[in-house]
């Protein structure tokens, strides 16, 4: 039986079929480096605008809305993740600068509202802009972040509100620890019927035991930081309001490192005769002779005069 003639290949037929595939190879190398899928970054349109107190915005990043891809005759319609209205970032951004006229290093807090095509605010966002030494400017980029699928599309920005306080009273950001090993902040509160609660906290983020007893020492400022004449701080809520629970009277709180104590600020918005009293600022030291924090409560205070302060307590949990 005669076997069959060996395959052979000649030496052109070889380089002809290496050639072929290397060049299969590089094509789609070079559609994944230069192809046009590649996205060019949106570009920044410049703006204009002439900010407020010290900060402004300088450009606008605003990528234009993809195309919904079409339906495939294959596709499988079944309900996913993908298919659902999710928020999602659409990479809209503003680009800032804080620009510090004063004669100290100072911390500001501002936030940006992201403005629809009719005018209204799609989102706020707020950025945090450490020590701004004086005749400083610092400049970054803060991102509108996660906007439903419905929501009107983002046509400008600008300057909502501006806090600024000495970058050695400004409250340590979450997961970060002063050195005096106490953090001190204060949340966004709540506001019910004209009554208003905004909470302290007092964080041991150090490595050694710490007290307090009785209440936060407090001074209330105005816009300028100056001190706020003509209100009165009283020990509990009980003169303000008694929805607010009961006083507790004040006790020693020995905190443990990782653990916390709360406090309250605690008053109503009434307006009647008289000038309403708006208090921005207060400057909070946990006890006697602690660092002071100043925290931005904006405290509108109306015509009422007054303002109430629980002690200091056991954080739950």
Not at 14 to 23: D, I, P, Q
Not at 89 to 115: C, I, Q, R
Not at 207 to 235: A, M
Request: glycine residues 12%; aromatic residues 4%; charged residues 20%.
């Amino acid at each position: 039986m005669r076997r069959p003639a060996p395959l052979r290949l000649s030496v052109l037929a070889v380089t002809a079929l290496l050639l072929a595939a290397c060049g299969t190879e590089t094509g789609r190398a070079g559609t994944g480096d230069t192809g046009a899928g590649a996205a060019d970054p949106p570009p920044a349109t410049q703006v204009d605008d002439p900010g407020k107190d010290g900060v402004r915005i300088t450009a606008l990043t605003l990528p234009s809305p993809s195309p919904s891809p079409s339906p495939s005759p294959t596709r499988d319609y079944s309900v996913s993740a993908d298919s659902l209205d999710l928020a999602r970032d659409l990479g809209v951004s503003a680009s800032y600068e804080v620009t510090n006229k004063g004669t100290e290093t100072l911390t500001y807090s501002v936030v940006v509202t992201f403005l629809g095509v009719d005018g209204g605010a799609v989102t706020n966002q707020t950025v945090t802009v450490r020590g701004v030494g004086p005749g400083k400017t610092i400049r970054g980029t803060v991102r509108a972040g996660d906007l439903p699928p419905r929501a009107p599309r983002v046509t400008r920005a600008r300057v909502l509100e501006v806090t600024k306080v000495p970058a050695s009273e400004a409250p340590a950001d979450a997961g970060t620890c002063p050195a005096s090993g106490i953090r001190v902040s204060a949340d966004e509160g709540d506001a019910a019927m004209g009554l208003r609660v905004v909470g302290l906290h007092l964080d041991n983020c150090g490595t050694r035991d710490y007290t307090v007893e009785g209440y936060p020492l407090l001074e209330l400022l105005d816009s300028t930081r100056k001190p706020v004449t003509g209100v009165r701080i009283l020990h509990g809520s009980a003169e303000i309001t008694t929805g607010a629970g009961p006083d507790n009277p004040p006790r020693p709180v020995t905190l443990k490192p990782g653990e916390s104590a709360t406090a309250g600020l605690v008053w109503r918005n009434t307006t009647e005769f008289g000038t309403s009293v708006n208090v921005p600022y207060v400057r909070v030291r946990a006890k006697t002779g602690a660092a002071p924090v100043t925290v931005t409560p904006n405290l509108d205070l109306g015509t009422t005069g007054k303002l109430g302060v629980r002690p200091w307590e056991r954080a739950a949990g």
